[in-house]
T-cell receptor, first 110, second 112 residues
Framework: EDQVTQSPEALRLQEGESSSLNCSYT??????LFWYRQDPGKGPEFLFT???AGEEKEKERLKATLTKKESFLHITAPKPEDSATYLC???????????FGTGTKLQVIP | NAGVTQTPKFQVLKTGQSMTLQCAQD?????MYWYRQDPGMGLRLIYY???????DKGEVPNGYNVSRLNKREFSLRLESAAPSQTSVYFC???????????FGPGTRLTVL
């Protein structure tokens, strides 16, 4: 059974204080790892897809990286508008299709 | 281009009542999904449709049925609602099961 664990559950940062969110996964065979952002009361919004170990993708202040066992979402010099819950999901092609983690709730304080 | 739309946004039901949640996408996607999101549980797949004309059970299908009406629309039906079905329901679509999913705004359902 595929498993996804995200840490920490919650993270509070000062504006400009860089940090990383972790997504550890156990799958039989990884087809893709996804990062989403979810604002309160809204549906998840797609950020990145990573397919193989060593791959990196960037978007503004966000950078996602992938190893064989985990992925990191690095946030550089965050702003208050980066406050959201960040979800990680893995696709192994199994009957569950995509398995989601429970998310990291990020709060950036001005 | 509205993306993925869901109706209704909010709903309150009494135990035993039935209802249908509607979902439509205008991105010409082949795959569509229904999830529920509960605190501390993450998103859990209820049913999915890999392509028009096919549907399959996900992780938590009991108490639900689905219909892929056409390529655009995928509905979720609760035949006899139970308090355990109180949740936020999200519909999503993707070009294929290999691709990223795009989510709707959600339906907040309370069953009393």
């Amino acid at each position: 059974e595929d498993q996804v664990t995200q840490s920490p559950e919650a993270l509070r940062l000062q504006e400009g204080e860089s940090s990383s969110l972790n997504c550890s996964y156990t799958v039989s065979g990884l087809r893709g790892l996804f990062w989403y952002r979810q604002d309160p009361g809204k549906g998840p919004e797609f950020l990145f897809t990573l397919y193989s170990a060593g791959e990196e993708k960037e978007k503004e202040r966000l950078k996602a990286t992938l190893t064989k066992k985990e992925s990191f979402l690095h946030i550089t010099a965050p702003k208050p508008e980066d406050s959201a819950t960040y979800l990680c999901a893995v696709d192994s092609g199994g009957y569950q299709k995509v398995t989601f983690g429970t998310g990291t709730k990020l709060q950036v304080i001005p | 281009n509205a993306g993925v739309t869901q109706t209704p946004k909010f709903q309150v039901l009494k135990t035993g009542q039935s209802m249908t949640l509607q979902c439509a996408q205008d991105m010409n996607h082949n795959s569509m999904y229904w999830y529920r999101q509960d605190p501390g549980m993450g998103l859990r797949l209820i049913y999915y449709s890999a392509s028009e004309g096919t549907t399959d059970k996900g992780e938590v299908p009991n108490g639900y049925n689905v219909s892929r009406l056409n390529k655009r629309e995928f509905s979720l039906r609760l035949e006899s609602a139970a308090p355990s079905q109180t949740s936020v329901y999200f519909c999503a679509s993707a070009q294929s099961s290999y691709n990223e999913q795009f989510f709707g705004p959600g339906t907040r359902l309370t069953v009393l």
